[in-house]
């Protein structure tokens, strides 16, 4: 009786802060944490089978699309633009090719040199660079390569504004507002580190001229460093799916997808009904596309026409393009959301692809379940025998989900543990720009150009391999990283205690990937000095 009558007190040393903390879990562990715990296991297993659900019907469709030859040409009416005897060049639209850049010391030669390089008659294509570039030097570098192709005859035209207000969305409606581009019938964008091939405008611009219902004739991305190291391999695989299933599917069902904010070209009077480029986002090729395909525009992609382009390769440059892709899609789909559910133009099916599809469960979900449930939830059972994640929801479906996405990249295939392991780790940063999005706070309108290196890693690494850089501890830690995967390692040193599911395997390995991670050794290194 006087055990059961003890009161717990401060007694001494014989009853500390550790006894305290015991004595509030065994209180709080059966009446709150499992029931919490069962309940986050049920939200993360519904939106896994929403994921896995998504991910097999765009198999399906993909599959059938490959199965049947339905080609963008075939689909649509494509014919190959012939000369007029009669009206000679001015046959052929007008066509106005639009290059922003920030500070691109490292690629501008090679996006201008190839857009000054598209095979189109030199009368009716106007190359724009707009240069928000703010080192005088590189402001400089760009205007003289401007002015060296408009010696060569090209219609080059090099604009730079006062301010950077609006970013590139900026840039760009900005570029549309003089004079000499109301003469041009289409836009296409490339990014600074883009490189068409010369028959980009003559496989492209049939779709518009004969089709008026279509907006938007998008190019696949091409990347011409994936193999600098395992960090690009990772994002190639990403990538690759988006546009061999994502992109493709859009395409051939709904004539909708995301515009990828490059390698593209828009009809100029689609954008315009569209309401022009909006800077309300971080996202505002998407944020255009959106709008355009709510006013009936029709979107193709063209999957076999690829345009060389870089992938960023340090893990800073990749962390903050992750932030700008998953926050501003949330962010846009919290604006747009009503919007589009009361849109009188386009059919119920399509809104529904738009918002539950193309929105909530790619945009939103797919991020949220990762982290929480492979990072938070499905480590935090070991702590709770009671509480079971059934072996479809821990083993089948993400198993399911990640071969389907290895359709896009085969060559890649023995990289998928590594790829796993990867993804789990950027879900923390997209989990958490998504909120940000959804909620509009913090760096909810953040932009970042991303870095691009172009040669210059290769130059640096030829010229000074006898000197060996300093590297600060400071520029390569992670905290967020190291937090996650303490909080893994720990979980899994307790399961090898414990536990009899075997999960220490799998959290070791994850743990083991955000220590990585957290201290940096994940891409390519550039020290500052």
């Known amino acids: 009786m006087d055990r059961l009558s003890f009161t717990p007190t401060f007694q001494g040393t014989s009853y500390g802060i550790g006894d305290q903390i015991g004595l509030i879990w065994e209180q709080t ?67 106005l090719v639009q290059i922003p850049m920030y500070n691109e010391k490292e690629v501008y030669q090679l996006s201008i040199g190839a857009a000054c390089g598209l095979s189109w008659p030199s009368e009716r294509i106007i190359i724009q660079v707009l240069d928000d570039s703010t080192d005088p030097t590189i402001k400089d570098l760009v205007e003289m390569e401007c002015q060296r192709w408009a010696s060569k005859g090209i219609n080059i035209k090099y604009e730079i504004r006062g301010n950077r207000h609006g970013y590139k969305a900026g840039a760009l409606k900005e570029g549309m507002k003089h004079s000499y581009v109301k003469q041009c019938d289409y836009v296409a964008i490339f990014d600074a580190d883009f490189q068409p091939e010369p028959d980009f405008l003559w496989r492209t611009l049939p779709f518009l001229v004969h089709n008026p219902e279509i907006g938007l004739v998008q190019a696949r991305w091409k990347f011409v460093n994936s193999d600098e190291c395992l960090m690009t391999r990772m994002q190639e695989m990403s990538l690759d799916y988006h546009f061999t299933v994502e992109q493709e599917v859009g395409s051939s069902t ?24 909006k800077d309300r986002t971080t996202v505002e090729d998407m944020d255009l596309a959106v709008r355009a395909s709510l006013k009936g525009w029709k979107f193709v992609y063209v999957g076999a026409l690829k345009v060389k382009n870089e992938l960023p390769s340090t893990f800073k440059a990749y962390r903050y393009q992750q932030h700008r892709w998953s926050c501003g899609p949330a962010n846009l789909f919290k604006k747009m959301a009503i919007e589009i559910a009361r849109n009188k133009k386009v059919n119920l099916w399509k809104k529904v692809y738009v918002i539950y599809s193309f929105f909530f469960v790619r945009k939103i979900v797919a991020h949220i379940v990762t982290f929480l449930f492979y990072c938070v939830v499905f480590p935090a059972t070991v702590f709770f025998p009671e509480v079971e994640v059934p072996m479809w929801g821990a083993v089948y479906i993400p198993s399911t989900i990640t071969l389907l996405n290895a359709v896009g990249t085969p060559r890649s295939l023995h990289l998928l543990v590594f790829w796993i392991l990867f993804e789990n780790v950027m879900s923390l940063h997209r989990t958490k720009a998504t909120f940000i999005g959804l909620l509009e706070v913090g760096r909810v309108n953040e932009w970042v150009v991303t870095e691009k290196l172009g040669d210059a890693l290769k130059m640096k690494s030829s010229t000074k391999t006898s000197k060996k850089p300093r590297i600060r501890i400071g520029e390569r830690m992670h905290l967020l990283e190291l937090g996650v995967g303490a909080y893994l390692f720990f979980c899994g040193c307790y399961d090898v205690t414990y536990g009899k599911n075997g999960f220490f395997i799998y959290l070791f390995f994850q743990s083991m990937a955000f220590f990585i991670a957290g201290f940096g050794y994940v891409g390519t290194f550039v020290p500052n000095s």
């Open 29 to 95: 562990r059966e009446p709150l944490m499992v029931p919490l715990l069962k309940l986050m296991v049920v939200v993360c297993l519904t939106m896994s089978v929403m994921l896995f659900v998504e991910r097999v019907y765009m198999g399906v469709v993909i599959a059938l699309v490959k199965l049947f030859g339905r080609k963008p040409e075939q689909r649509y009416n494509w014919e190959p633009m012939k000369d007029d005897v009669e009206l000679g060049n001015s046959a052929y639209p007008m066509v």
């Open 254 to 277: 709904h004539a909708f997808f995301g515009f990828n904010g490059t390698a593209g070209v828009w009809r100029i009077s689609a954008l315009n009904e569209a309401g022009g480029w």
